[in-house]
């Protein structure tokens, strides 16, 4: 656009309203990419609860054929396979496993928080000389150091 045949007053006006366009603009395509990554995101969880079930699935349907035939061999043939798994370990194993992966979970969503609330946190604390910042890094975390 040529801006020689507007007063100064006009011409800063007009490239104020363009820069502020434009920004309204990248903040709307940062917005839609949020969007997106949100989208992704419970996609991925939603396919990953459904492999969890369908291997939950196929086990329990592979034991339900074992149990079909309720003969001495098929029983005996169940028995073998529960002593050589020693389940009173193994459950052990996997109930650890699951308190594990819950616990990592947990902590990255509220890393996630953290991190979002650090933004909002630096923004106040930037024009008030009173109120000092703790210290920690944006995830929460005491600096290494």
Known sequence: MNLEHFSVDTAVKITEATVSKHEVE?????????KFDSGMETFRYALLLAAVVAAIWVCFDGVHKLTDGRDAETISAISAIINALE?????GYIVAAICGVGWYVERKGKKRAIIQKSSYQKMVEANDPYRPTSGLTETG???VG
């Open 141 to 143: 975390d005491t600096p």
């Open 26 to 34: 990248i903040a709307a395509i940062r917005a839609s990419s949020k």
């Open 87 to 91: 389940l009173g370990s193994v459950l």
